[in-house]
């Protein structure tokens, strides 16, 4: 139990929480420069994810995507690399499953959907690998090219389900065989005929396993170490360039998985987009509120998942903008970042149990 009671008190729980409070009191007082009640407002926003098992299944499924890219940014983060290509490898994992679930229908399920989980993962490993090997191999800034490959993926998903998936009189591909959907009917059935996919538990065992990865075994501690200091890695004789392109495909599987379960679990289809879900920017976002551990990634998830859904019920219920709900996260997420702000404004408590331990 006092184990417990000393997470609990760590400044790696603390500072998060109360960074989150802060950021919902900005929120709050922007709201009220508006003319907005902000206690209506959270209410209103409260009550759309709760308030009812069809909405509280689909901010369940809104979280699942935030999950997978907030861990393949955190991965990457581990390792000292900042991936903010997670757009372009969550769109070339959505583009391969829908491939795969589309041209390869005759399938059994059993087969079927596992091969286009992993197509998904797969590819999306490989498309982050290249900005790792760019890095490695030639000292290409990361943030560089993972950017503009996000560009690169999107056409080139537009341009495969144009060329090759494209129903016929629509702007999308056909729908996906239904052995290779990996919906739940039963469990829909049980939240109000929710959208929610067996991708949710897939993304929890994901977050353990990266734990376990990350902090239980050698190539965890390599990538770590590589993280924290590359020079002293190499001195140490650990392989600083591999373990480079190891962290990017890893992260960009993550990153890719996550684009797969939109459409084997949500959509069943691909449209072509005239822009960027802006799915792989959110997880840079969670990741942060997290502070790149994976269970701190799922409670980021759960945050920024509940306020974004959450959000239209303000809009509808409150007549607040929500866009505001924008504000609320960034004001979080610098809350996270300037965390001098928040160990001065805790400084009266850190001092009171200074005292009391001296006592």
């Given at each position: 139990?006092?184990n417990?009671?000393k ?53 369940v499924?809104?979280?699942?995507p ?8 955190a991965?990457?983060s581990?390792?000292g690399?900042?991936?903010?290509g ?17 041209k390869?229908a005759?399938l ?13 993962a797969?590819?999306g ?10 890095k490695a191999?030639r000292g290409?800034?990361e943030?560089i090219s993972?950017?503009?490959l996000?560009w ?6 537009n ?8 129903l ?14 990996i ?16 991708g ?11 734990y376990i990865?990350?902090?239980?075994t050698?190539q965890?501690?390599?990538?770590r ?16 360039n ?5 962290a ?11 684009g797969?379960f ?17 799915t ?10 997290g502070?790149?551990h994976p ?10 998942g ?9 809009s ?14 960034g004001?979080i997420?610098?809350?996270i ?5 928040v160990r001065?404004?805790?400084?009266p408590f ?8 001296v006592?």
């Amino acid at each position: 139990m006092s184990n417990v009671l000393k997470w609990f008190t760590r400044d790696s729980f603390i500072l998060p929480v109360v960074a989150i409070i802060m950021g919902l009191i900005l929120g709050g007082v922007v709201m009220l420069v508006g003319g907005y009640n902000p206690i209506e407002a959270y209410g209103a926003l409260f009550t759309k994810v709760f308030g009812d098992m069809y909405n509280f299944g689909e901010a369940v499924r809104e979280m699942t995507p935030l999950i997978m890219t907030g861990l393949a940014f955190a991965f990457a983060s581990r390792a000292g690399l900042f991936n903010i290509g997670g757009e372009g490898q969550f769109l070339v994992g959505m583009t391969a499953a829908t491939f795969v679930g589309v041209k390869f229908a005759g399938l059994p399920i059993y087969l079927h959907a596992p091969l286009a989980l992993i197509a998904g993962a797969l590819f999306g490993g490989l498309w982050a690998a290249i900005a790792g090997y760019l890095k490695a191999s030639r000292g290409v800034n990361e943030v560089i090219s993972s950017i503009m490959l996000n560009w690169i993926g999107l056409y080139l998903a537009n341009l495969i389900v144009r060329q090759f998936l494209l129903l016929k009189g629509e702007n999308r591909s056909v729908n996906i065989s239904d052995s290779a959907s990996i919906s739940l009917t039963w469990l829909s059935e049980m939240m109000g005929n929710s959208r929610v996919h067996m991708g949710t538990l897939i993304a929890i065992v994901m977050a353990v396993l990266f734990y376990i990865y990350m902090w239980k075994t050698k190539q965890g501690y390599e990538i770590r170490a590589v993280g924290y200091n590359p020079n002293a890695a190499e001195y140490a004789g650990m392989h600083v360039n591999r373990n480079i392109v190891k962290a990017m495909f890893i992260s960009g599987m993550l990153a890719g998985l996550g684009g797969a379960f939109q459409v084997l679990g949500v959509f069943q289809y691909q449209t072509v987009m005239s822009g960027s879900p802006g799915t792989g920017f959110d997880g840079i976002a969670v990741a942060l509120i997290g502070l790149n551990h994976p269970f701190g990634v799922l409670l980021g998830a759960v945050l920024f998942g509940t306020l974004t859904y959450g959000s239209a019920g303000m809009s509808f219920a409150a007549d607040v903008p929500p866009e505001i709900i924008r504000i609320v996260i960034g004001s979080i997420i610098f809350f996270i970042a300037a965390q001098g702000i928040v160990r001065w404004i805790l400084k009266p408590f850190y001092s009171k149990r200074k005292k009391e331990k001296v006592l």
